[in-house]
């Protein structure tokens, strides 16, 4: 889950990856963008089954995280379940996951325990950890329109490192991208920080040919409006407004 609040801007004068006719396999970008040489040679070992519940949108994106995350990790440990709705009868698989006591859900918000406090005193190990790849409102619609989700024990991160992933607009400095809020979660399952540093290697790669190649960095919303460069003119509605005060604020919305 993307801790993004709207709908990621259009990319604007992001180049977009150069069309080619064929994609690389093990990253599944274009070959001319192949991240393949940042991908650890061989899937990384890990014992914590990832779901990743992904937006429909999120697949269509140019520059999204879910692949080059799934590129790393043995395929029986991460499956990706693309949808809106998810329900025992079209998926029972994901409903046994969402049953299973030691299953836990990354989301943010006032129940969630933060993760490496909860699995110091759970008293069964999380086995699985389901992982919601949207903007900030699409993973909400999807956390609280499937009753499903909130079977499992609720967990964030409570993480001081920002985000790296700079070539999307994110709402506040503490935004993650999936790719990172998963590379964050299963290196506190796994307490192995090597699994962070692995999974972050083709991201790091990523922005940097990004920016390499043209693409500005994007500074997310709430430093824009704390220095005053904020493009935009300041929305009428007054709940927007609102929002955005908040966001001035660094209150967490
Ligand atoms: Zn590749």
Redesign the pocket.
């Known amino acids: 889950m993307k801790q993004n609040q709207q709908d990621h801007p259009p990319t604007g004068p992001l180049p977009n990856p150069l069309p080619s006719l064929t994609a690389?396999?093990?990253?599944?970008?274009p070959?001319k963008v192949?991240?393949?040489p940042f991908?650890p040679l061989h899937p990384l070992h890990i014992s914590t089954h990832l779901y990743i519940i992904q937006h429909p949108a999120e697949e269509s994106k140019v520059l999204r995280t879910v692949p080059l995350l799934a590129a790393c990790l043995p395929q029986d440990k991460c499956k990706v379940k693309i949808g809106r709705r998810f329900s025992e009868e079209r998926d029972p698989e994901l409903s046994n996951v969402c049953r299973k006591s030691d299953t836990l859900i990354l989301y943010p918000g006032a129940e969630a325990a933060n993760l490496e406090e909860f699995i110091l005193d759970s008293p069964t190990y999380p086995s699985t950890i389901i992982i919601i790849d949207g903007t900030w409102s699409q993973a909400k619609d999807i956390f609280y329109k499937n009753s499903l989700f909130r079977l499992p024990k609720q967990v964030q991160l409570k993480t001081s490192i920002s985000s790296q992933y700079v070539i999307r607009t994110q709402p506040t400095n503490r935004c993650l991208s999936t790719l990172e809020c998963a590379a964050a979660a299963l290196s506190i399952l796994e307490k192995n920080n090597y699994i962070q540093e692995t999974l972050l290697r083709p991201l790091q790669a990523l922005c940097s040919f990004q920016l390499q190649h043209g693409a500005q960095i994007r500074l997310s919303k709430e430093h824009l409006l704390k220095n005053g460069l904020y493009p935009k003119p300041m929305p009428k509605n007054k709940r927007k407004l609102r929002k955005m005060e908040l966001l001035m604020n660094s209150v967490k919305i």
Do not use: A, T
Request: net charge neutral.
């Open positions: 690389s396999e093990g990253c599944s970008r070959q192949c991240l393949c991908l």
